[in-house]
């Protein structure tokens, strides 16, 4: 009996607890205690963290008695239509009655956009609870739980539950998970650490199932979305040995695929990652034959950034875009002949 009880704790799962700082969360939770109406805010452009994370919270703090409204100044992406309680989610404050709000995912609120704009003034003088993981966020709440190590809101939220001991049930678990898997690209960005490894185990035990997450965001698409990524990369052209990709996608491009232009997400990442490729190019031309948007993405040493501003756009320096004023054909070659030089260039001087 004493050897199974030695094995058996040796299994016993990591601990989460005293990751975050003691006095923060005991802060949070005195802001939390004191209110009975909380809403809380995804920011703008909602994603799968942000989301994740109000709805999560939400679902927590209603098993605490709380009365909890979801709020986000956009409506959620249909991939995200799995998540249990997007019903709940409201695009404004409406009456402002409210004695809680707590701010997900960003430090600014002005990142909470138009829910922002409609409610400054509630927003200014209304009790604050920030939760987020970005590095650059200042914090916008009385208290402030701004954590970078962690990968996503959601893991955030986790360590949070765990250290204060709230409930956490399978509805919680699933809209956490969801924040998670989202940030972390499934667990393949570099963000994602033992902890993060951690806190999902945490949302599996709680029921939470990583299937009813994963198959919607990253394997089930529309056919016509599948063909234009065919078609697109069928279209394909290569320089520089492969190592200079570009393809486009115009009206023409969409109506052979019965696509339509919400369909070419991520379309330069897709060509991106082909074998050998060091910097990939995306046109497309939609609507107005005079204007043409790139999508570029480069490896290093290449510069996405510089060369989309050369061309009075912008980004990262992975990942950029610009628009042209010019028709797809002459966009291609203008860019495509700046491209090959910059591979041209960077060879002559290794
Ligand atoms: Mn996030």
Known sequence: MREAHTSSSALAA???????????????????????????????HPDGDCLGSALGFAHILRHMGKVCIPVCADPAPDTFSFMPGLDSLQHTLGDEQ??????????ELTRFGAVYE???????????????????????????????TAAATGELLVLFQQQAGLPLPQEAAMCLLTGIITDT???????????????????LRA?????????????????????LRALVTTQAQTACAGRLIWSYATDET???CGANATMDDNMSGTLRDIEGVQIAAFFKS??????????????????????????GGGGHARAAGATLN?????????????????????????
């Not at 409210?98 to 430090?107: N, P, Q």
């Not at 700046?338 to 001087?349: F, G």
């Open 207 to 227: 029921g939470a199932i990583p299937e009813v997450i994963v198959r919607p965001i990253y394997r089930s698409r529309p056919l016509p979305q599948v063909r």
């Open 286 to 311: 939609y609507g107005n034959p005079h204007e043409t948007r790139l999508s570029l993405r480069c490896m290093e040493p290449y510069n996405a950034a510089e060369i989309c501003l050369a061309l």
């Open 185 to 203: 690209s499934s667990f393949q960005f570099t963000n994602t650490t033992p902890r993060t490894m951690e806190a999902a185990a945490v949302l």
């Open 326 to 350: 010019m028709p797809i054909q002459e966009a291609m070659s203008h860019v495509v002949a700046t491209l090959q030089h910059a591979i041209e260039q960077h060879d002559s001087e290794a």
């Open 14 to 44: 990591p601990s989460l607890q005293g990751h975050l700082h003691p006095t923060l969360v005991q802060q949070a939770m005195s802001l939390i205690e004191q209110a009975q109406r909380i809403a809380l805010l995804a920011h703008e």
């Open 118 to 148: 409609q409610h400054k003034d509630f927003l200014q003088r209304v009790p604050k609870l920030n939760i987020d993981h970005h590095i650059s966020s200042a914090g916008c709440g009385e208290v402030n739980i701004i954590e970078p």
């Open 254 to 256: 969409l109506a052979a």
């Open 98 to 107: 409210f004695d809680l709000v707590i701010a997900l995912d960003a430090g």
